[in-house]
Each structure stands twice: as C-alpha cells, then as structure tokens.
C-alpha cells in the first residue's frame, strides 16, 4: 500500500458511511501517512502489531487485503480488526494493549523468538497508568517491544496543552512518538447522517440524523 492507497481506501470508506450504510461508529484514518509509511517498513511479516481504535492504515500496513478491512468495517468491526495470520490485534480499549503487549513481548523474550512486538497509541492513551506501567516493565526487563504514539494532540477533541498544560514527559527509548495532525473528528466524518434506512424502518416523524 502507498500514500494514495490508503487515501482513497478512508476516503472511499468515508463515502459509503456518508450514505448510511454503515451504521457503527468509525474512525477514520489520516494525516500521518508517510510516517506509517517508514515506520512499517521496519515492521517484520512475523512481528506482532497491537494497534488502536483507529486501526484501518495499521492493518493495511500489516498486509491486510483492503476487501477484508471493508467487510470487518461494513459489518461494525471497524475498531475491533484481529487477523491472527498477520499478527495483528486492536482494540476499542484507550489504553488496553500495552499491557498485553508487554505480556506477549516477554513470552517471545522467554521462548528466545526472533520476533518483536510494536503497541501502537494515542497521545490519549498515553495519558494513562497501563501505558505507564507497560513501558517501565519492558524498558526495565529489555523486552522486545516499542510503543509507538501517534501523537495528534488530541484526546478526543481535547488537546494536550488544556489536559495537563507544558509538562510533556521524557519516556525511555522503548517508546517513539509521531506527531501529526489530524485531518478528520475524532469519530465520524463530521457530517449529519441519516441511518433510517438501515435495519426497521420507522415513519417520518420518528427519522433523525445522527452524527458520529
């Protein structure tokens, strides 16, 4: 997958939830393609890749087939993509992989595999204590695992100088961070959409758009 691969997979994706054929929340990806992009290309076949609930450029990264991504997405999997040939788990969870990924890093550290596992988060994610936790133990124990941050600045929509102000910590070389900025909400394409269509049909005094 290049640059303009992934582009138009989200916005393809963007499309089709815009017609209401998709009536699950979505987070698209974005902004950050030719980082991924670099950093995939010391991601190994046989390594573990944890990602987030924003997962879709991930998993195409990982050798994902974009038809496999779009019927996990259509079918209201988009933030719970596992394929267990490619090593590849995420989850709806802020802040839930770390934890297994350090688990799983030190299994592969016991078992004297050559593999590595990369744990993918937001700067949302960073914030909390499993990420904390996690880090300490595999930079600690040399296990090998390197989270990855996606730093967009956001939590959601909040950005980082209203969540703790200056203070950014210095996390050891276990962790590298990306920073990007984001180019869709945090959920959703930011537009009304309108999913009467989808499943029971209701009268048009009870039809309403929803955004996500």
Not at 65 to 80: A, C, Q
Not at 89 to 116: C, D, F, N, W
Not at 171 to 200: A, E, L
Request: charged share 25%; aromatic share 12%.
């Amino acid at each position: 997958m290049n640059k303009q691969d992934l582009i138009e997979f989200e916005r393809r994706i963007a499309e089709i939830f815009n017609k209401g054929e998709i009536p699950y929340p979505v987070h698209f990806s974005g902004g950050n393609e030719d980082q991924l992009i670099e950093l995939f290309h010391k991601i190994k076949p046989e390594d573990w890749v944890f990602s987030t609930h924003r997962p879709h450029y991930h998993y195409l990264l990982k050798g994902g087939s974009p038809e496999d991504l779009e019927k996990k997405i259509r079918e209201g999997n988009s933030m719970y993509v596992f394929n267990r040939k490619l090593n590849f788990y995420s989850s709806a969870i802020v802040g839930g992989t770390p934890g297994i990924a350090t688990g799983l890093a030190m299994a592969i550290k016991m078992q004297e595999i050559s593999r590595h596992v990369w744990c993918f988060v937001g700067d949302g994610g960073e914030d909390s204590g499993h990420f904390y936790e996690a880090v300490r133990y595999v930079q600690g124990h040399k296990l090998p695992c390197t989270f990855v941050i996606l730093d967009d600045n956001l939590s959601v929509e909040t950005p980082k100088q209203v969540r703790y102000g200056d203070f950014e910590i210095e996390w050891p070389n276990c962790v590298i961070r990306c920073k990007y900025k984001r180019i869709w909400p945090h959920v959703g394409t930011g537009k009304w959409i309108d999913f009467s269509g989808q499943g029971k049909k209701i009268g048009d005094d009870e039809k309403a758009g929803v955004s996500f």
